[in-house]
């Protein structure tokens, strides 16, 4: 059965940073791309980040230049790294692993999704 568990979520200031990471069993995100999402109260899921297996990476152009994608596929981890945050980041965020060894990035090239987890940032 497939599983991926987020972790790092948390409340922050405006400015600060945190590092999620969505960790899986052993193969899950092998030969497969991930990708991060998030949803805020009220909206629709929207895309974040993603990163193919060969590390090809995309980014929202809300958080290019702020947020950093990366993986290590010797310990089945996806990260992201979130500086610069702003109100506007507050969501649950979302880790999921595409169809294909692309990057993911829209809803439709995911097929497993994780539970989640809170990110808050205060002004």
């Known amino acids: 059965q497939v599983q991926l568990v987020e972790s790092g979520g948390g409340l922050v200031q405006a400015g600060g940073s945190l590092r999620l990471s969505c960790t899986a069993s052993?193969?899950?995100?092998?030969?497969?791309?991930v990708g991060w999402f998030r949803q805020a109260p009220g909206k629709d899921r929207e895309f974040v980040a993603s990163?193919?297996?060969?590390?090809?990476?995309y980014y929202a152009d809300s958080v290019k230049g702020r947020f950093t994608i990366s993986r290590d596929n010797t310990k089945n981890t996806v990260s992201l790294q979130m500086t610069g945050l702003k109100p506007e980041d507050t969501a649950v965020y979302y880790c999921?692993?595409?169809?294909?060894?692309?990057?993911?990035?829209?809803?439709?090239?995911?097929?497993?999704w994780g539970q989640g987890t809170q990110v808050t940032v205060s002004s």
């Open positions: 052993a193969r899950t995100f092998m030969f497969k791309g």
């Open positions: 990163i193919s297996w060969s590390r090809e990476t």
């Open positions: 999921a692993r595409g169809r294909t060894s692309a990057a993911p990035t829209p809803p439709a090239a995911i097929d497993y």
